[in-house]
């Protein structure tokens, strides 16, 4: 079983719309959830991290996170077309694992 | 905050050839830092695993002979692919974990694009 999992899309959303990204992690001593933007040629990075249970928002970024079912989810509002782009999952026991990423695209 | 640069961003170089990548954080200190490579369309790899004073831990499939890291302040890491071959053409991105980080977050670095002729 993969330490963090991915559903790898690709995902098309329109402009406006809500993007939902789900990652599920096999190691439940995992203690913090990190979500990453690639776009393509360059390299990861941070959107946002959650630590606890529940919802963390950032602008129109919100990280969801149940250590019950292992699960970490990413919300985009009103997404736009720069958000066109690989989003990864990371999970860190001690070190991160990352997930294999989930393309999204936006349409105009 | 938390920045992170590489050099070169890319370089080309002959068959045989060896090439040092160099890591550096511009506004922390890194006790950890990262190496991943990245083939087209496919996730990051991460290669090997360096802290500052002591040998890096390599990913099993990793040749330490070919791809030596050396970490030697807490502010930079080099990656040195030696005798490269057009195989080791990828994408080599760097990362960092700050010393006093809580969550252990890293924070990457531009990325530098290898290829070998």
């Known amino acids: 079983q993969k330490e963090v999992e991915q559903n790898s899309g690709p995902l098309s959303v329109p402009e406006g719309a809500i993007a939902s990204l789900n990652c599920t992690y096999s190691d439940r001593g995992s203690q913090s959830f990190f979500w990453y933007r690639q776009y393509s040629g360059k390299s990861p990075e941070l959107i946002m991290f959650i630590y606890s249970n529940g919802d963390k928002e950032d602008g129109r970024f919100t990280a969801q996170l149940n250590k019950a079912s292992q699960y970490v989810s990413l919300l985009i509002r009103d997404s736009q077309p720069s958000d066109s782009a690989t989003y990864l999952c990371?999970?860190?026991?001690?070190?991160?694992?990352f997930g294999t990423g989930t393309r999204l695209t936006v349409i105009p | 905050g938390a920045v992170v640069s590489q050099h070169p961003s890319w370089v080309i170089c002959k068959s045989g050839t060896s090439v040092k990548i160099e890591c550096r954080s511009l506004d922390f200190q890194a006790t950890t830092m990262f190496w991943y490579r990245q083939f087209p369309k496919q996730s990051l790899m991460l290669m090997a695993t360096s802290n500052e004073g002591s040998k890096a831990t390599y990913e099993q499939g990793v040749e330490k002979d070919k791809f030596l890291i050396n970490h030697a302040s807490l502010t930079l890491s080099t990656l040195t692919v030696t005798s490269a071959h057009p195989e080791d053409s990828s994408f080599y991105i760097c990362?960092?974990?700050?010393?006093?980080?809580?969550?252990?977050?890293?924070?990457f670095g531009p990325g530098t694009r290898l290829t070998v002729l």
């Open positions: 990362s960092a974990r700050a010393v006093n980080t809580n969550y252990n977050e890293q924070f």
């Open positions: 990371a999970v860190n026991p001690n070190n991160l694992f």
